[in-house]
Structure formats: structure tokens, C-alpha cells
């Protein structure tokens, strides 16, 4: 699958954000007047991706394939970022360019894809939100910058940022146990579909129950689900005789639905269940009654709704203004984690390296999308030597057919599964 290669340059922030056609087909803004370059920037020594007047950025995200739905959104709100900071005359008067990649969420797809970007289209870094983190150790190799969320490699590697805070081998946090308690949770399944990060996230899920999650048991671990919508009669039939009351579903957002549905056929009624990522009123209405009730999360953002969040409101008004769909689950993180590679860039300097970008970036500790994340995200050495697992997620709950979002976020405790301590 080839790359799709464009300049994203237009528009005004907020409600009056213009930003033509960014659609799903790679369409993009309408063009402006190629940058002047500055002397100083002429004058600065060769990088990769880094010309007088641009920068080249690559978006990595599944576009065909079982995880294309689940992603939809992401690429198209990293370009609205890009086009807001464009309106603005870019980076030290360098313009951002950026390049679409269809990894499929796929090794295979997505190693092919890496090669292209790096050999063929010199991207200077990537922005991804994907599934697949097999690309990783090749850009760790190049000292490529590389912002998203929750791959394995955001807590190991140097190069690699995580937007909602780094994802920790054997740490994780106990909000989504503290959100199920609220709701009267005493027996939880836990479900993940069958990808390598979700699954080794489910499986530490698993392990902090124990020690952290007071008054909850484990009714059943399922971590091999297939990805996307499917008959999941089996799966509704084994949380019935597991003998849960509540259930967590880490998956693609059409295997919540699809799980829901079958627990619905089946009879089963749970005092709570959390489903990541189902938050799209779009969705919620075509699902219709199996998600009443059901507990949403975002993937690490605030969601839409929340009274008096202006980096939430500039995000909807500037999707909608374009076109876009602000209320999927990928989107708002697509535009966060490109925000992060435009903070990465703007303290890289005026002569840009990958080295300076990275060397800078590990030393901000309080990001957080102007907003758009609900708490502070560090890069520098915390419970990982690359910063700490968020400890925060911001639910809704389906009420009448609509998300309602909590009040505030929920927080929880880190908790090391290995030691069973509490470290954060």
C-alpha cells in the first residue's frame, strides 16, 4: 500500500476553522503560499525529513484490514492539528507536511510501511495510532521520533512517546477497578481481543485485582476474543456461567458491541461493564438498547461533553468545521499525539534534529494537550526510566441512549504486578 504524501496548511483555530475537504480519502486542505525560508534556517545542517520550508511527518494507522474501523479518525485529526499550527506559519516558518501510512495493524504491513517512510519518503519522525508495535525496533535503530499511545516500546524506548502517559510491563493502574466498584462490581470478567498489546495488558489488568481492588474478585480472563465484530455467543455464555456481575472489554469498539449484544441475547444482566473506546453517539444509537448502561472510556482523552474544557471544545469545533467526526475514541488521541510531535518539534530548535527532538521532549513533565489529556504526562524517568503509566481515565455512561460523562476522571493506584506493591 503506498504512502499518500500532502501539505496540511490552513484554517483558524476553534469554530472558524476552514480546513477544506480533510476527509478519509487523504483529501486535504485548501493550498496556501509555499513559506519563505528564513537564513538561519537555510543555513542549518542537513537533517532528514527537514527542508528551509517543511518539515515531513508520517501518520501510521490501519486503514484496511480488521482494526480499520476502530482507528477511523486518527489520521484525519492529527492533519486538523497540523493545519492549526500551519495557519500559524508552522514551525520556525517551516511548514508541517504530512505523509498517510496504512500499516493495517499488521506486522508484516506495517514493517513494509516503515521502510517507505524511512528509505523512500525520509520522514523526519511518526505520529501512529495503531495496534501493532512491530515497527518499533526499526525506528529505535534510525533515532526516529516517534508520539502515539500505548505500544510496549513507549516504556522502553528512548525515541518513542506516549501520549497519554507510557505503558509499563508488569505496572498498571486500578481506575478501571476503582469505575466498576462505583458501580456495585463484586465479580469482574476481564476481556481482551487477541493482539499482543492488548492481551499482555489484560493479563496485568488481571494480576493487580488481588492486592489493589478491594471487594472484587476475578470471575474470568478471556484474552484471546477475535478482533472485531463477531458472533460471540461463546463469550456472552462463558461470562453467564462464570458467575460475574461486571465485565471490562479492551478491544476494538465493534467487539464491545458485539459482546454486548450476545450478553443481552443471553439474558445476562451486569451491574456494570466498562467497554474502551465506546463513546460515539453514532454508535451508541445503532447499537441501541444492549449498550444502555454500559461504562466508556476514551483512550486517555477527555471526552466530549465535559463543561468548560476549551481544548475539548477547540478540538470539536475544529473536527466539525472540517467535516470530521469528533466523537470516535481515536480521533481525539490522533490529534493529541500529533500535538505532541508539534510540542517535540517546537523545542527541537530552529535547526531541527531527531536527537535535539528527542533529547528535548524527555525533559517536559507536565504535558497535556493543552487540556485534551486529564492529567499530567511526564517523559522523564518515573516509575519507568521514560515516565509514569497515566493513573487517570475519564469515563461516560450510557443514559437514554447518549454518553454522559462523569463528573471528573477516576484515578486509581499504580500497582506493580510482579511485587504486588503500590508504586505511584
Known amino acids: 500500500m503506498k504512502g499518500r504524501r500532502s501539505t496540511v496548511a490552513a484554517g483558524a483555530l476553534g469554530a472558524s476553522l476552514v480546513v477544506g475537504a480533510l476527509a478519509a480519502g487523504g483529501a486535504t486542505a485548501a493550498p496556501t503560499p509555499a513559506p519563505k525560508a528564513s537564513a538561519a534556517a537555510a543555513a542549518c545542517p542537513a537533517e532528514e525529513g527537514v527542508t528551509p520550508s517543511t518539515i515531513t511527518i508520517g501518520y ?9 474501523a476502530n482507528f477511523v479518525g486518527g489520521e484525519e485529526a492529527g492533519r486538523l492539528r497540523v493545519a492549526q499550527e500551519n495557519a500559524k506559519g508552522g ?51 534510525a533515532n526516529l521520533p516517534v508520539t502515539g499511545f500505548n505500544v510496549l ?11 497519554t502517559g507510557p505503558p509499563a510491563p508488569g505496572i498498571i493502574s486500578t ?36 492486592p489493589s481492588a ?19 455467543t461463546s463469550t456472552a455464555l462463558r461470562v ?31 451491574k ?11 454508535v451508541i444509537a445503532k447499537a441501541a438498547g444492549p449498550l444502555e448502561g454500559m461504562i466508556g472510556t476514551t483512550y ?16 470539536i469545533n475544529g473536527m466539525k468545521a472540517a467535516g470530521l467526526n469528533p466523537y470516535n475514541a481515536t480521533a481525539p488521541v490522533g490529534y493529541a499525539a500529533m500535538d505532541l510531535m508539534i510540542e517535540g518539534l517546537k523545542r527541537a530548535g530552529k535547526c531541527p534534529t531527531r536527537q535535539s527532538f528527542i533529547d528535548n521532549l524527555r525533559k517536559v513533565t507536565a504535558f497535556d494537550a493543552h487540556g485534551l489529556i486529564p492529567e499530567k504526562i511526564s517523559f522523564g524517568p518515573g516509575v519507568t526510566p521514560m515516565g509514569s503509566p497515566a493513573k487517570c481515565s475519564w469515563y461516560i455512561t450510557i443514559k437514554n441512549g447518549q454518553p454522559v460523562p462523569d463528573a471528573k476522571p477516576t484515578c486509581g493506584k499504580l500497582v506493580n504486578t510482579v511485587t504486588n506493591q503500590v508504586v505511584g
Open 175 to 210: 481506575a478501571v477497578y476503582e469505575r466498576l466498584k462505583q458501580a456495585g462490581v463484586g465479580k469482574v470478567a476481564l476481556i481482551a481481543h487477541n493482539t499482543p498489546s492488548a492481551a499482555s495488558g489484560m493479563i496485568n489488568t488481571s494480576k493487580a485485582i488481588g
Open 272 to 282: 456494570g461493564s466498562v467497554g474502551a473506546g465506546v463513546i460515539d453517539p453514532a
Open 60 to 68: 501510521f494507522s490501519p486503514k484496511t484490514g480488521p482494526a480499520a
Open 214 to 232: 478491594t471487594g472484587i474478585q476475578q470471575a474470568l480472563l478471556i484474552t484471546d476474543e477475535a478482533q472485531g465484530a463477531h458472533d460471540a
Open 300 to 315: 486517555g482523552t477527555v471526552p466530549a461533553g465535559v463543561p468548560g474544557n476549551s481544548a475539548v471544545r477547540t478540538f
Open 153 to 163: 516500546a513507549m516504556s522502553t524506548d528512548r525515541n518513542a512517546f506516549s501520549v
Open 91 to 141: 514551525i520556525n516558518g517551516r511548514k508541517i507536511v504530512v505523509i498517510g501510512y496504512d500499516d493495517q495493524a499488521n506486522a508484516a504491513a506495517q514493517l513494509t510501511q516503515a521502510t517507505k517512510a524511512l528509505q523512500s519518503d525520509h520522514v523526519f519522525g511518526i505520529t501512529m495510532t495503531s495496534a501493532n508495535d512491530a515497527a518499533f525496533p526499526t525506528f529505535k535503530a
Open 240 to 270: 453467564k456461567n462464570s458467575g460475574a456481575d461486571g465485565a471490562y472489554m479492551s478491544m476494538f469498539v465493534d467487539g464491545v458491541v458485539s459482546i454486548a449484544q450476545a450478553l443481552a441475547q443471553q439474558g445476562v444482566k451486569l
